[in-house]
């Protein structure tokens, strides 16, 4: 099955700089890498996703980079702030059923 | 419009007791995930409807673990009998359909503690 994997698994950054978060797949049938932010105690909630047909998508701060040759996809979020701070999850969707696999997540935090 | 709703929000029960979560997806969505949170790691999926019919069932642990979506509504997960390893937070999801284009939006979860 697929397995996904993610690197850190804990990023500091000081407010105002970059993040990058990266994350490998195996599979490479999957076609489709949503990001999910989970904040303490909350449900995770989608933030940006990217298909297999596209190399980059932004939206204002995010954005994610995909490399199907090297099956690895990465978030990047540009001017961090505090409200960033919560633990990220990549995801790669897989099958016909679409069966989504998460990596362990990252926590990310924003040092104000 | 309204989220996945789940209930109960906490539950605390001793090895070898029964346990039952809730589940009532968005309205209209066709596909309904229960997925298992470990702590500090990420959401499992256990298994996998489309309407009222399981479509992947595969991590599921059958021995102990069963879920049922009657009327292609609401769901209900169960435990019987529950072990320490089975304390994790129950995440119910819904999505419109099973294409990989469709989001699949979380409920809260249900946090399940063994002792």
């Known amino acids: 099955g697929e397995n996904v994997e993610q690197h850190p698994s804990t990023l500091s950054v000081q407010e105002g700089d970059s993040a990058v978060i990266k994350c490998t797949y195996s599979?490479?049938?999957?076609?489709?890498f949503p990001w999910y932010k989970q904040e303490l105690g909350k449900r995770p909630q989608l933030i940006i996703d990217?298909?297999?047909?596209?190399g980059e998508k932004k939206d204002q701060r995010i954005a994610v980079t995909l490399n199907k040759t090297a099956k690895h996809f990465s978030l990047h979020i540009t001017e961090t702030q505090p409200e960033d701070s919560a633990v990220y999850f990549c995801?790669?969707?897989?099958?016909?059923?679409?069966?989504?696999?998460f990596g362990k997540g990252i926590t990310l935090s924003v040092r104000p | 419009e309204a989220g996945v709703a789940q209930s109960p929000r906490y539950k605390i029960i001793e090895k070898r007791q029964s346990v039952a979560f809730w589940c009532n997806p968005i309205?209209?969505?066709?596909?309904l995930y229960w997925y298992q949170q470990i702590l500090g790691q990420g959401p499992k999926l256990l298994i996998q409807?489309?309407?009222?019919?399981?479509?992947?069932d595969s991590q599921l642990p059958k021995d102990r673990f069963s879920a049922e979506r009657l009327k292609g509504v609401d769901s209900t997960l169960k435990i019987q009998p529950a072990k320490l390893e089975d304390s994790a937070v129950y995440l119910c999801?819904?999505?419109?359909?099973?294409?990989?284009?469709?989001?699949?939006?979380f409920g809260p979860g249900t946090r399940l503690t063994v002792l």
């Open positions: 995801a790669a969707s897989t099958g016909a059923n679409s069966k989504l696999t």
């Open positions: 599979d490479s049938a999957s076609n489709y």
């Open positions: 309205s209209g969505h066709a596909t």
């Open positions: 990217i298909r297999s047909n596209v």
């Open positions: 999801a819904s999505s419109p359909s099973r294409a990989s284009r469709d989001t699949q939006y």
């Open positions: 409807f489309q309407n009222n019919g399981v479509v992947d």
